[in-house]
Every structure is written in C-alpha cells, then in structure tokens.
C-alpha cells in the first residue's frame, strides 16, 4: 500500500566513469543518465531502479570492469512526517543479489509537514 504521505524513489550510482562509459551508460541502460564530475576527471552515472533494468545494471557494471566501492545505491525518501518507517522498494533487494554495494539513505522533511 503506497502512503501519500511519502514518496520514496531508488537509484543506481556510479561514481568514477570514463567518458565513453557514461555515454555507453545512456546508451545500453533505461533511465540512465549522466553528467560530468563537478571537481574530478570523470563521470558520475545514475539509474533509476526499475524491475525491468536491473539485470542491463549488473551487465553494465561487468562489461565495464567497476568496483562495488566505485558505486552505491541510493534511496531518496521525502516524507510529511518528522519520524517514520518506510518499506524500501523491492528492486534494492534484488539489486543487492547482483551487486553487493554500499547503500545510501537521504530523508528530507516536506515543507508541507511544517
């Protein structure tokens, strides 16, 4: 049951591409995206966690030869509520059995809850 007091989205990252990687990205993996590193030499990835994408994720991350400390998933909870328990989407679980990375959490507080 989705409670409209939240929304909580989940997202693959990768934090040190090279040029023909981060374009390779957009290319090979649905809802990929990414930008140049705003201080270093590199590309940082992103890809929305979809059930449909997670096995073109692990390829990507294989082909290309990353490290699971050059990655994270990230999972972006904005909430109404000061305090609560959110049920984390499926898809980090199963990515976790692919890739065994770090995981991010951010929690932001709505303005309409204040």
Do not use: W
């Amino acid at each position: 049951m989705e409670n409209v007091n939240e929304t909580v989205s989940s997202s693959f990252r990768f934090f040190s591409l090279n040029k023909l990687q981060a374009f390779t990205l957009e290319r090979e993996i649905s809802a990929g995206s990414q930008k140049k590193h705003p201080k270093k030499d590199c590309y940082l990835g992103c890809v929305t966690l979809k059930s449909d994408n997670l096995e073109d994720i692990f390829d990507f991350f294989i082909r290309q030869r990353i490290e699971a400390c050059d990655c994270d998933i990230l999972i972006s909870i904005a909430s109404k509520k000061e305090a609560n328990i959110i049920d984390v989407p499926g898809s980090v679980n199963r990515m976790l059995k692919f890739i065994d990375c770090k995981l991010t959490v951010s929690y932001i507080m709505t303005q309409d809850a204040l």
